[in-house]
């Protein structure tokens, strides 16, 4: 069926809202639980009534219009997010590497989405998930600058025979993500002998989070750049702009400035260091427009004056009987390091002496990084295999008599144990405890990157080095 105008299609669209998959499938396709893409393909033939294709062409060609069926879960915190990132099409290598933004593959099919959000649920039949919204989605002036740089990056490393290693964490709202049965599915690249993983164009699904934030739960976030700013900076050299006028300045310095009370001890110290100095004072970070949809996660890092951080950098707590049952290419691990951007956030102590604790902080500079694929493939997947060996074997838990007190010693990775990351307690204390797959209980334990690592990182950055 031909839809003649955009009005006629939304409204033949908005019909869906509210109905269950079995409820429009005509074709018998729901019955098949395990195929993939079978949701769009009967959203396309039984509902749309039009015949499923491949083609390189829009899915609603005359007028211009992909459509994208993707699932919205609910949290425990009852907010709504993105179940999943949001596939595009397939990157041809070969081909994109020759074109410009403008006749792109992706800009020539995906230049505007009739995306039709429904609600999935855990332990419900596919048969049984409702469609809660059908939207439009043309891109705001901000993000299509944005994704015109991400689109420029991934380019530019198609065209220096560097597909192989592409990373989602390189950009921030279009990504280059692996698409394919397994890690077998290659293709060739121009430049280079190696072969790439297949990967297609996909909005985050962090954009598409913040997405289903303000389409479907109205929420109102902030922006920090226009998208005349977006024209000749990025991102990136936005924050700059705005955080350089104080580095090098005491904490003391900067509040005299500002007017905003920093407490380095207060738990939100960060937030009203960094929301303060965007000029957007009171609000949470995670309610930064950019921020939300390039998924930017803010970091603290105090300098000694040798250059290393005064502690080692925590992220999530470790749940064993979860690791011992991930595989890796789905893992916790793998796919926050492919897919967050983390922002440091950078002060030093000046002075030498740790037991001074009124030593004042300097604010230093800031760095946006992600980790590169070849150190995600590389020491961060042997780190996870060995963890999860260790687990499957029996973590060795070892009592020791220390003065008025016993001490419960583990053999988990520890600190320069491979100059990139390890596992310790992050409890409040020895009896904050969490079972293992085989019953027994241990100390709480976190993931955290070595200090020294974290260095060496902010040492190779001149923004953060030199000022």
């Not at 395990?34 to 007028?63: C, M």
């Not at 064993?320 to 492919?338: G, K, M, R």
């Not at 999860?388 to 520890?414: A, C, F, S």
Request: glycine residues 4%; hydrophobic residues 35%.
């Amino acid at each position: 069926m031909i839809y003649k105008s955009r009005a006629e299609l939304m409204d033949k669209a908005s019909q869906a809202e509210g109905r269950t998959f079995g409820e429009i499938d005509k074709s018998g396709r729901i019955k098949n639980e395990r195929a993939k893409g079978q949701l769009g393909q009967i959203v396309e033939e039984s509902f749309f009534e039009y015949k499923i294709n491949s083609t390189s062409e829009a899915d609603f060609a005359n007028l211009g219009i992909e459509l994208k069926v993707t699932p919205v879960k609910s949290n425990k915190n009852g907010t709504l997010s993105a179940k999943e990132r949001l596939v595009l099409n397939i990157i041809n290598y070969m081909e994109e590497v020759n074109k410009s933004f403008e006749d792109s593959s992706f800009w020539h099919k995906n230049r505007e989405l009739l995306i039709m959000f429904y609600e999935w649920l855990p332990q419900v039949k596919r048969s049984d998930y409702r469609i809660i919204k059908s939207y439009l989605h043309t891109y705001a002036a901000e993000d299509l600058e944005i994704i015109k740089q991400d689109w420029e990056l991934i380019n530019e490393k198609i065209s220096q025979g560097l597909a192989h290693e592409l990373s989602e964490a390189d950009t921030n709202y279009l990504a280059a993500s692996t698409k394919g049965a397994n890690s077998r599915s290659l293709r060739y690249q121009p430049n280079s002998p190696i072969q790439a993983m297949q990967r297609a164009y996909s909005l985050k699904q962090s954009y598409m989070t913040t997405l289903i934030r303000k389409i479907i739960s109205k929420e109102d976030l902030t922006h920090i750049a226009t998208s005349d700013d977006l024209k000749s900076m990025s991102l990136l050299d936005i924050l700059n702009k705005k955080f350089d006028a104080f580095k090098g300045k005491s904490l003391e310095e900067i509040s005299e400035l500002t007017g905003i009370k920093l407490n380095p001890k207060s738990k939100n110290f960060l937030q009203m260091f960094v929301s303060g100095l965007l000029g957007i004072r009171g609000t949470k970070l995670d309610d930064i427009d950019e921020f939300a949809k390039a998924n930017i996660q803010l970091k603290t890092v105090r300098l000694e004056p040798n250059g290393i951080p005064k502690e080692n950098m925590s992220f999530k707590n470790i749940d064993f009987q979860e690791f011992a049952c991930e595989e890796w290419e789905n893992s916790w691990l793998n796919d926050y390091f492919l897919e967050t951007k983390l922002l440091f956030v950078v002060f030093e102590y000046k002075d030498t002496k740790k037991e001074n604790e009124s030593r004042e902080l300097y604010f230093k500079g800031i760095k946006l990084w992600n980790m590169p694929i070849s150190e995600i493939e590389g020491r961060l997947k042997v780190f996870f295999h060995d963890v999860q060996n260790l687990i499957r074997d029996g973590i060795e838990l070892t009592p020791i008599q220390q003065k008025t007190r016993i001490v419960v010693k583990n053999n988990l990775p520890k600190a320069k144990s491979n100059q990139l990351c390890h596992i310790r307690p992050k409890g409040r204390d020895g009896s904050d405890k969490v079972p293992l797959p085989d019953g027994r209980m241990i100390a709480k334990q976190c993931f955290w990157l070595d200090r020294e690592y974290i260095g060496e990182l902010l040492a190779s950055n001149l923004d953060v080095r030199n000022n």
